[in-house]
């Protein structure tokens, strides 16, 4: 399986069910609020997590959960997840600072929360 795959927009939603893409995977869960999930991690770390936003599981909405060790993989696999639901968010790693953005010089939506401010 590729990483674009682990995207519900790709492979349907099966309660339960893990999915697996070398270090990164997925498990599909109904969550205590009753929504539909499906949540991404790589390798021990969860990255993401996409809801659906329709009664048929359709329609998806991707959080990001963690910025990870703001690796080349988390990159990759983020983008490619990120752009299977048509979000504009992206993951960058520049100078050693990963975060989410819109844009590469875009304030950054999410960040580790150990980074430094000056």
């Known amino acids: 399986m590729k990483i674009q795959q682990l995207s519900p927009a790709h492979t349907p939603?099966?309660?339960?069910?893990r999915w697996?893409?070398?270090g990164w995977s997925a498990l599909d869960v109904v969550d205590s609020m009753g929504d539909v999930v499906r949540?991404?991690?790589h390798y021990s770390t969860p990255m993401c997590e996409f809801?659906?936003?329709?009664e048929e599981n359709t329609e998806w909405w991707c959080g990001v959960l963690s910025v990870g060790r703001g690796s080349v993989s988390d990159q990759n696999g983020m983008n490619q997840l990120l752009a299977s639901v048509g979000s504009e968010?992206?993951?960058?790693?520049?100078?050693g600072k990963p975060?989410?953005?819109i844009g590469r010089n875009g304030n950054p939506i999410a960040a580790p929360h150990d980074m430094r401010r000056d």
């Open 20 to 22: 697996l893409a070398g």
């Open 89 to 95: 968010v992206r993951y960058w790693r520049d100078g």
């Open 99 to 101: 975060r989410y953005a």
């Open 13 to 17: 939603w099966r309660e339960g069910t």
């Open 39 to 41: 949540i991404v991690s």
């Open 51 to 54: 809801v659906a936003t329709d």
